[in-house]
T-cell receptor, first 116, second 112 residues
Framework: DTEVTQTPKHLVMGMTNKKSLKCEQHMGHRAMYWYKQKAKKPPELMFVYSYEKLSINESVPSRFSPECPNSSLLNLHLHALQPEDSALYLC?????FGQGAYNEQFFGPGTRLTVL | KQEVTQIPAALSVPEGENLVLNCSFTDSAIYNLQWFRQDPGKGLTSLLLIQSSQREQTSGRLNASLDKSSGRSTLYIAASQPGDSATYLCAVHTGANSKLTFGKGITLSVRP
């Protein structure tokens, strides 16, 4: 099973709402990633978790709060977002993070977020 | 800082044509290179991964080559089909943390 799942597929929220995005993989991967992608742009890395610990935070605003409850699950908690945060949020996973061969990244289908 | 370039940004070809998509990168010290496909509004599908020690990888009608010393990779698509229409992104793993650096992608349209 080389699948990364993400829920929900679509999310519309107001600027005062609190919501969460969920990502799950059952490939035994120990690295998980959040990316943000705006229309007609490549994905931008937000966070990396390696062995359930936050390894990279690409200077993301605190209104985005990641969480890795276990090796299969990755959440992104959203609070007080701005309309410019509207984008496709992609989750990815790989065997490991860092140097080496086993870091082919597999992406989920994404969550289309609209902030009103 | 690694930079990945994909030119042209868009390409339109008739069905059945063999085509080559180009990718170039500025720092040749990469661990590997991945080609992805993305359909509109969807996630990324990994097509091929080439390790830095490899010259090429093949999967079905796709063949990807890597010339690390010159900072170039190509994705060859044989006998293109309308279903191949999508955006193709090239990404390289570079640096101590082996982060992915993406190109802006090439949007391919295959005309029936």
């Amino acid at each position: 099973d080389t699948e990364v799942t993400q829920t929900p597929k679509h999310l519309v929220m107001g600027m005062t709402n609190k919501k969460s995005l969920k990502c799950e993989q059952h490939m035994g991967h120990r690295a998980m990633y959040w990316y943000k992608q705006k229309a007609k742009k490549p994905p931008e890395l937000m966070f990396v978790y390696s062995y359930e610990k936050l390894s990279i935070n690409e200077s993301v605003p605190s209104r985005f709060s990641p969480e890795c409850p276990n090796s299969s699950l990755l959440n992104l908690h959203l609070h007080a977002l701005q309309p410019e945060d509207s984008a496709l949020y992609l989750c990815a996973s790989s065997w490991s993070f860092g140097q080496g061969a086993y870091n082919e990244q597999f992406f989920g289908p994404g969550t289309r977020l609209t902030v009103l | 800082k690694q930079e990945v370039t994909q030119i042209p940004a868009a390409l339109s070809v008739p069905e059945g044509e063999n085509l080559v998509l180009n990718c170039s990168f500025t720092d040749s010290a990469i661990y590997n290179l991945q080609w992805f496909r993305q359909d509109p509004g969807k996630g990324l599908t990994s097509l091929l991964l080439i390790q830095s020690s490899q010259r090429e990888q093949t999967s079905g009608r796709l063949n990807a080559s890597l010339d690390k010393s010159s900072g170039r990779s190509t994705l060859y698509i044989a006998a293109s089909q309308p279903g191949d229409s999508a955006t193709y992104l090239c990404a390289v793993h570079t640096g101590a943390n082996s982060k992915l650096t993406f190109g802006k992608g090439i949007t391919l349209s295959v005309r029936p």
